[in-house]
């Protein structure tokens, strides 16, 4: 059965303070990993997309990285604005095509 | 205007009522997906749509009914609601592939009493 986990399942920094946040996956052949963004009380918002291992993207201080197992979301020198709830998810090869499935997230607090 | 708009943004409701939450997208994407969010368990699938004729089950569907009014509209509801249904409710929609991952509402936060 495919499996997403996701650890920590909490994180706490102090402003400028760099951490990585990891997302371990089991999928019968990966068509994708995505990163998501939630804050309190509001729908995920759209982070990353990840297809082969050796990729990396990255937007301001958010860095995405991909290996064959894992996906790691680097986080350089977080500001308070960066606390949030981020979410992975994969979308395997031969399930329903587009259907994702996600962990259970990493609930991120930056404090000044 | 969102891409993706769901109302009510919150509700309250009697155990036993019948509650329907609307789901409207302007993506124009084909494909839409009904989510439920608990605090510790994330987010699990109860209902998708791969166009207006198309409805499956997700993992959690027991309770739950929905209805693909149009390409952009997708319904969900609760016969007959009970405490445990409390959540959070997101609607979703992705393109056929979904290799652009999906595009999620605001939520509905719905408390069965």
């Known amino acids: 059965e495919d499996q997403v986990t996701q650890s920590p399942e909490a994180l706490r920094l102090q402003e400028g303070e760099s951490s990585s946040l990891n997302c371990s996956y089991t999928v019968s052949g990966l068509r994708g990993l995505f990163w998501y963004r939630q804050d309190p009380g509001k729908g995920p918002e759209f982070l990353f997309t990840?297809?082969?291992a050796g990729e990396e993207k990255e937007k301001e201080r958010l860095k995405a990285t991909l290996t064959k197992k894992e996906s790691f979301l680097h986080i350089t020198a977080p500001k308070p604005e960066d606390s949030a709830t981020y979410l992975c998810a994969v979308q395997a090869r031969g399930s329903t095509l587009g259907r994702l499935y996600f962990g259970r997230g990493t609930q991120l607090t930056v404090w000044p | 205007d969102a891409d993706v708009t769901q109302t009510p943004r919150n509700r309250i409701t009697k155990t036993g009522k019948r509650i329907m939450l609307e789901c409207s997208q302007t993506?124009?994407?084909?494909?839409m997906y009904w989510y439920r969010q608990d605090p510790g368990l994330g987010l699990r699938l109860i209902y998708y749509?791969?166009?207006?004729?198309?409805?499956n089950k997700g993992e959690i569907s027991d309770g739950y009914s929905v209805s693909r009014q149009a390409q952009a509209k997708f319904s969900l509801s609760l016969e007959s609601a009970i405490p445990n249904q409390t959540a959070l409710y997101f609607c979703?929609?992705?393109?056929?592939?979904?290799?652009?991952?999906?595009?999620f509402g605001s939520g509905t936060r719905l408390t069965v009493v």
């Open positions: 749509s791969f166009d207006v004729k198309d409805i």
């Open positions: 979703a929609t992705s393109d056929r592939t979904g290799s652009t991952g999906y595009t």
């Open positions: 990840l297809y082969s």
């Open positions: 993506k124009g994407h084909d494909r």
